[in-house]
């Protein structure tokens, strides 16, 4: 069989694997998301290996499905941005910068501390610690807009505070690689943060200045398809230079030139095509894909006690520091609550970190593994406890004292 055969076969798999999980994840009353996250643990090497079945002999068909799989993500936080509105999510940027900061804060502090009473040099705490402090809130945008609250208060405060972590979380890598290395100095962070507002305002100037004249020559030109494909090649666009501009995740990007189309005439027949292309093939292969990096056979059992102690930490020092912050910034506890469930998910960002790490040789293959692991639990955790933040309380009826001389109920 061919190598496109081969591929052909192994996304039919996925498909049709991801969206029968996905609907018995939805009869189970769970986020369609933990049914397509689950299966992708269960089709890779943890138990089927799909990747490596008899008729498959492309060495590279993993590296495909999983490039598949982040076009996917970028697609999805697209049209998280696209959801929204630039003046909604300014009025929460108090909560957003709090629980951003604290939210980066606390886990790292945690994952230190951690790694310390572990027997780890600084150096190797310090990584671990960081990637505690990563947050990929593509999962948590997913269940937002499946529960229909993504432009609630508290989906815009999210989001807000999603992008502050990733300035913050890059802010400290850079800074944690210049100092371990010795070769860094104040001037090079400085030109790191610089680089992150070239970026942000080159993004917000090109969205409010050029953007709009680009939609409107384009629904002019007999074009098929044409503003979709606009809003194809301008996300894709605004993801590349968050990373090679802005030194930043590519779904920062990509949500930012959501935002940007939100503001367009055009968004509604934009956001309709993208939704049905990405929901139908993209995002699923995203989701499985999570799963399909992971290898349970490889976690030692002396070291398990390991991974749930930091998948705890990870969990509390998310709910603890950006639910914190949304606190500071007046939310009421259960939304203080919703806030620090959502910014669990840790995601490709903490993979990313984690890498830099183990080239660095600030982590060790095994620790590496536990954070895969860690990894995979705060994103399988993160769909069911937010769907659970969001269900309304059911009220019990009081009854109403009987009147023991009428032998009717009291009426006030």
Do not use: C
Request: glycine content about 12%; charged content about 15%.
């Amino acid at each position: 069989m061919s190598n496109f055969l081969q591929l052909i076969a192994e996304l039919m798999i996925i498909l049709v694997a991801a969206k029968l999980a996905g609907y018995a994840s939805t009869r189970l009353k769970q986020p369609s998301v933990f049914g397509e996250l689950l299966v992708g643990v269960l089709l890779g090497p943890s138990l089927l290996d799909i990747t490596h079945f008899g008729f498959i002999t492309d060495t590279h068909l993993h590296e495909i499905i999983y490039e598949l799989g982040e076009i996917g993500v970028l697609l999805l936080m697209f049209l998280a941005g696209l959801e929204l509105n630039i003046k909604d999510l300014t009025r929460n940027s108090r909560a957003a910068l709090f629980s951003g900061i604290l939210g980066v804060v606390v886990p790292v502090g945690s994952g230190i501390l951690f790694g310390e009473l572990l027997g780890m040099s600084f150096a190797h705490a310090l990584f671990l610690g960081l990637t505690l402090g990563a947050t990929s809130v593509s999962i948590s945008a997913q269940v937002l807009i499946e529960l229909k609250v993504l432009r609630s208060k508290v989906g815009l405060g999210l989001l807000g505070a999603a992008v502050f972590d990733d300035i913050l979380v890059i802010l400290l890598l850079s800074t944690a690689v210049a100092f371990l290395s010795g070769g860094g100095s104040v001037i090079d962070i400085l030109m790191v943060f610089l680089k992150m507002v070239v970026f942000l305002g080159a993004a917000a100037a090109v969205g409010i200045w050029l953007l709009p004249r680009l939609v409107r020559l384009t629904g002019k030109l007999h074009i098929s398809q044409g503003l979709t494909t606009l809003a194809l090649v301008i996300l894709l666009g605004y993801g590349l230079a968050a990373e090679l501009v802005g030194g930043m995740a590519a779904i920062t990007g990509t949500f930012m030139a959501g935002l940007m189309f939100s503001r367009t005439p055009e968004k509604s027949a934009i956001e309709s095509n993208l939704h049905s292309i990405s929901y139908a093939f993209f995002v699923p292969i995203f989701f499985v894909s999570i799963g399909l990096s992971v290898n349970l056979r490889e976690f030692k059992v002396e070291s398990l006690w390991i991974l749930l102690a930091i998948s705890v930490i990870a969990i509390l020092g998310k709910v603890i520091g950006a639910g914190g912050g949304a606190l500071l910034a007046k939310y009421s506890p259960r939304e203080a609550l919703q806030m620090g469930i959502g910014m669990i998910s840790r995601g490709e960002v903490g993979l990313i970190i984690a890498n830099i790490g183990i080239k660095q040789g600030y982590l060790s293959g095994e620790m590496m593994t536990i954070i895969v692991g860690m990894i995979l639990v705060t994103t399988l955790v993160t769909p069911p406890l937010l769907r659970i933040s969001f269900k309304e309380p059911k009220l019990k009826e009081k009854a109403l004292p009987i009147n023991p001389d009428s032998g009717e109920e009291n009426v006030a």
